[in-house]
């Protein structure tokens, strides 16, 4: 006699793919942050705030 097995989707199984498909994504969005990095570093440091020329008595440039 021979059996056919049924194969349902358990409930740890769906938590697992869930938490699978959500770690992935956040990893992914971690990954395209530091990969953007030497991007943001320079745009921060182009546009960093400059001091304003003061005109006093020690400074005769």
Known sequence: MTTKTRKYFTFFGILAATVNRKISSLLSSMHSILNNVPKIV????????????????????
């Not at 320079?42 to 440039?61: C, F, G, R």
């Open 42 to 61: 320079d745009i921060l440091l182009s546009t960093q705030l400059k001091p304003v020329k003061t005109y006093s008595t020690n400074n005769l440039k």
